[in-house]
């Protein structure tokens, strides 16, 4: 089976998809692609965390360099292929400005896909959302009624609608999962240059045991609120 996984940032792929990832992985049998849309270059720019000095002295392309290389660190910890990791380098915070050339690139990677991983529509944030959209528009461009679209949700920017209930399911994480999503957590030390960010996903990961997905087919899109 052929997977294209979606995530708007560096990280994305962890707190998105990342659970059921690692069983998709652990099944053996699938032809795995990451894409990762934006460089994460605009992830200081808020004034709502506290940043470590380091961080506060950062240019943008550095911070955007660090993160792509979190992105490769990522994959590489996951035993995916590095050609199987498809890196867009949209600016972050502005993936609105790329869906048409993004969806002109997710064209050619997803015509022979099987299932396509994205998240949510109606996101609150710009560049999940702007992802949601490159993905769902090739699939729609190219008609791929066969497919299935795998939708994921981060908690902090929305949560999925009970009109699609039956499209969704729980997904409960085993321990050696959960220390498995701890270390990869730690790839992203860039996160760690800010406090209350990082000692929020610190505490999910350890936490969170049951993940929200849901399933649907091409004949699903637009009627539902999130796809």
Request: overall charge neutral; aromatic content about 14%.
């Amino acid at each position: 089976m052929k997977i294209v996984i979606f995530e708007p940032h560096p990280d994305d792929l962890l707190f998105g998809p990342g659970p059921i990832l690692l069983e998709w992985i652990n099944e053996g049998n699938h032809d795995i692609h990451i894409v990762t849309v934006t460089d994460g270059r605009a992830c200081y720019r808020s004034e709502d965390d506290v940043l470590s000095e380091e961080a506060k002295n950062m240019t943008e392309d550095k911070v955007a360099e660090m993160r792509i290389s979190e992105a490769k660190k990522s994959v590489a910890f996951l035993g995916l292929p590095p050609e199987n990791h498809h890196l867009y380098y949209f600016h972050d915070a502005d993936g609105q400005k790329y869906v048409k050339e993004g969806i002109k690139k997710t064209k050619r990677l997803i015509k022979n896909s099987d299932k396509i991983v994205f998240p949510s529509n109606h996101n609150l944030h710009a560049d999940h959302q702007a992802t949601h959209d490159i993905a769902k528009g090739a699939a729609l461009e190219l008609k791929l009624v066969k497919v299935e679209y795998f939708v994921y949700f981060i908690s902090s920017y929305g949560k999925f609608q009970e009109d699609s209930k039956d499209k969704q399911f729980q997904y409960t994480v085993n321990e050696e999962r959960a220390a498995l999503l701890r270390e990869w957590l730690n790839i992203y030390q860039s996160q760690v240059m800010m406090k209350w960010t990082w000692k929020i996903f610190t505490r999910y990961i350890k936490k969170i045991r049951t993940w929200t997905y849901a399933r649907y087919t091409f004949n699903d899109i637009g009627k539902y609120y999130n796809i």
